[in-house]
């Protein structure tokens, strides 16, 4: 019998890269815990079932709201599944992909942390993807206030972690973790450093790239588990073999029938004909404007000055339309 990992990668299959299948996946501890142990300080030295165990159980998933005033109104002590969003005017939709608490130090010197992490689709979406980290991390301090702490008691302050999990990154940047925390820099020097009162918010990007060589662990087994392409049998096995992650893999007729849920291949089928339709609209509309200028005995060079090409391009089209030409004949 699957465990609830393995039954959350058959009901995702190749749609996991699409919003809530990607959050249930994201969000099982296992995942969780590789997560924190490669970027955050806390948990570098411990181990994957250590840092597991230190979880908390408080996992949501698309429960708590972003915005100002709404974060605390729907604190529960377990969420399963996806809940409805926050739908603000003017806004949309805006929750935390992935929220829950951590715990590391003694027994009795136990310290919290409260995490974000969200799955980014696009790396390009129309801002930076760190800014929008920064505004979820400073409204997880803000919304402590009455629950973490009370009055002016901002030492128990949580340090927050928001880690964005960047899919399809460009080629250019490939598999790449980058961190972006508080430091203390001295104008006049003579204040300790006790980065304990200010280290209380750091913003992750972890960005994936298939085609990518470079990279660590982490990268590679997250390029595996929300790979849109690989086979779910293959994700299973690939993920037991070589990065020990517990998962039964005997799927069963039935369960390779839930693996035919192909949405996500299906729309970067349409991206890539939408862009190889674009392409081929400016190639007809450069072929169309060559015609009219022969037409006007224009010379090649003059064309090719005119419309800012290069000589061969102008008579790689012109004698591609003449052979369509006789083709037709």
């Known amino acids: 019998m699957k465990n609830e990992l393995a039954g959350d990668l058959v009901l995702a299959a190749t749609k996991s890269q699409y919003d809530a299948c990607c959050k249930r996946i994201l969000a099982n501890k296992i995942i969780l815990a590789w997560i924190l142990k490669y970027v955050t300080d806390e948990f570098a030295d411990m181990s994957v079932d250590e840092i597991k165990k230190c979880i908390g159980p408080d996992v949501q998933i698309s429960?708590?709201?972003v915005l100002p005033g709404r974060t605390n109104m729907q604190e529960q002590e377990k969420i399963i599944g996806e809940a409805q969003e926050d739908a603000v005017?003017?806004?949309g939709e805006l929750s935390y992909d992935i929220r829950f608490s951590v715990y590391y130090g003694e027994q009795k010197h136990r310290i919290k942390l409260i995490i974000n992490v969200e799955a980014q689709k696009e790396f390009n979406p129309g801002y930076a993807i760190v800014t929008r980290g920064i505004f979820y991390g400073s409204r997880m301090i803000s919304a402590q206030k009455g629950t973490e702490f009370t009055g002016r008691d901002y030492d128990n302050i949580r340090k927050v972690y928001s880690i964005w999990i960047c899919?399809?990154?460009p080629d250019y940047i490939g598999n790449a973790i980058s961190e972006y925390s508080m430091y203390k820099k001295d104008r006049i020097p003579g204040i300790?450093?006790?980065?304990k009162a200010y280290d209380k918010l750091t913003v992750v990007m972890v960005c994936l790239n298939a085609k990518a060589d470079?990279?660590?662990r982490l990268t590679r087994m997250l390029g595996v588990l929300l790979s849109p392409q690989m086979k779910v049998a293959d994700k299973i096995t690939q993920l037991e073999n070589e990065y020990e992650i517990p998962m039964e893999n005997d799927m069963g007729k039935e369960m390779n029938e839930m693996c035919n849920l192909s949405d996500y291949v299906e729309e970067l089928g349409i991206q890539k004909g939408i862009e190889q339709g674009i392409e081929?609209?400016?190639e007809q509309l450069l072929t169309s404007?060559?015609?009219k200028k022969l037409s006007k005995g224009m010379s090649v060079r003059e064309i090719a000055d005119d419309l800012e090409e290069s000589e061969e391009k102008v008579r790689?089209?012109?004698?591609a339309a003449r052979t369509d030409v006789k083709d037709k004949e």
């Open 280 to 282: 081929q609209g400016k």
């Open 192 to 195: 300790p450093d006790e980065k």
């Open 289 to 291: 404007l060559i015609e």
């Open 214 to 216: 470079k990279g660590n």
């Open 167 to 169: 899919m399809n990154a």
């Open 63 to 65: 429960e708590v709201s």
């Open 316 to 319: 790689e089209i012109i004698d």
């Open 89 to 91: 005017p003017g806004e």
